[in-house]
């Protein structure tokens, strides 16, 4: 008799993720200074790298990245004074992709003081992982999983009368809701009904299976609504709705 592998639904875990930290930097300061924050968040931010180098008479300010590496070559008419501001700079980054990939940069002040060289190059600092807590007394995990878009494209010769469909390459996460029994002072079900369903933002989320294996999937998404139901002669109930933004990432 073969035995099923089926995964048990009692036990599935729900997880918040807490954003982590995005690795960044100071250079100069007041008007001259500029912050840079990685892209990317956790502790892979702080391979990054940042140097602001005269090297010569330039006429422009430019910027380069080779790897984790960026490197913003200064402008100068004569090769010794920096004519460079610090949104010479910031322009000259988001105007190279694999530097604008890399980091966002934005003034300390308005822009206009002139920058100075930050040579070696320094690495963006303090990134950490992001970390993920169980959400307390999930009741069950319903319906998640993606649908792609289509459009019916039948024609008046189309084989057999069968309808035809024309997958247009667009995927998008199903919405679904998540109940918990509803406990009032738990930090996660708190920022989950009074902060993130309010700010709109997108954030990690990840559902552990109760194979050998221990198996997960984690996605991005907004909290697309809650609703709290608090009947007279039952327990608190909570309905948190989620609508991914992102595919879904299997471990």
């Given at each position: 008799?073969v035995?099923?592998n089926?995964?048990?639904?009692?036990?599935?875990?729900?997880q918040?993720?807490?954003g982590?930290?995005?690795?960044s930097?100071?250079?100069?300061a007041g008007?001259s200074?500029i912050?840079?924050?990685?892209?990317?968040?956790?502790?892979?931010?702080?391979a990054?790298?940042?140097?602001?180098a005269?090297?010569g008479?330039?006429?422009a300010?430019?910027?380069?990245?080779?790897g984790?590496?960026?490197?913003?070559t200064?402008?100068?008419?004569?090769?010794?004074a920096i004519?460079a501001?610090a949104?010479?700079?910031?322009?000259?980054?988001?105007a190279?992709?694999?530097?604008?990939?890399?980091?966002?940069?934005?003034n300390?002040?308005?822009?206009?003081?002139?920058?100075?060289?930050?040579?070696?190059?320094?690495?963006?600092?303090?990134?950490v992982?992001?970390?993920y807590?169980?959400?307390?007394?999930?009741?069950?995990?319903?319906?998640f999983?993606?649908?792609q878009r289509?459009?019916?494209?039948?024609?008046?010769?189309?084989?057999?009368?069968?309808?035809?469909?024309?997958?247009?390459?667009?995927?998008?996460g199903k919405?679904?809701?998540?109940?918990?029994?509803f406990?009032?002072?738990?930090?996660?079900?708190v920022l989950?009904?009074?902060t993130?369903?309010?700010?709109?933002?997108?954030?990690?989320?990840?559902i552990?299976?109760?194979?050998?294996?221990?198996?997960?999937?984690?996605?991005a998404s907004?909290?697309?609504d809650t609703?709290?139901n608090?009947?007279?002669?039952?327990?608190?109930?909570m309905?948190?709705?989620?609508?991914?933004t992102?595919?879904?990432?299997?471990?």
């Amino acid at each position: 008799m073969v035995m099923s592998n089926a995964n048990p639904g009692f036990g599935v875990g729900f997880q918040i993720g807490d954003g982590g930290t995005k690795s960044s930097f100071v250079t100069d300061a007041g008007n001259s200074g500029i912050t840079w924050e990685a892209r990317i968040q956790g502790i892979s931010g702080d391979a990054i790298t940042i140097e602001l180098a005269l090297s010569g008479i330039n006429a422009a300010t430019t910027a380069a990245a080779v790897g984790n590496a960026i490197t913003v070559t200064l402008e100068s008419a004569d090769g010794i004074a920096i004519l460079a501001t610090a949104q010479d700079v910031i322009d000259a980054v988001r105007a190279d992709n694999p530097s604008n990939v890399l980091v966002t940069v934005t003034n300390v002040g308005d822009g206009t003081g002139v920058v100075t060289e930050e040579t070696p190059a320094v690495n963006l600092a303090g990134g950490v992982d992001e970390v993920y807590s169980s959400m307390a007394e999930v009741a069950g995990i319903p319906g998640f999983g993606t649908t792609q878009r289509t459009s019916e494209i039948t024609h008046m010769s189309s084989t057999d009368g069968w309808v035809e469909q024309l997958g247009l390459g667009l995927k998008e996460g199903k919405a679904f809701s998540v109940p918990l029994n509803f406990v009032a002072d738990d930090s996660d079900q708190v920022l989950l009904y009074q902060t993130r369903v309010e700010d709109g933002t997108t954030n990690n989320y990840r559902i552990l299976f109760t194979d050998d294996s221990g198996s997960s999937v984690t996605f991005a998404s907004i909290i697309q609504d809650t609703d709290i139901n608090h009947d007279r002669d039952s327990h608190a109930q909570m309905t948190v709705t989620f609508l991914p933004t992102k595919e879904f990432n299997w471990a």
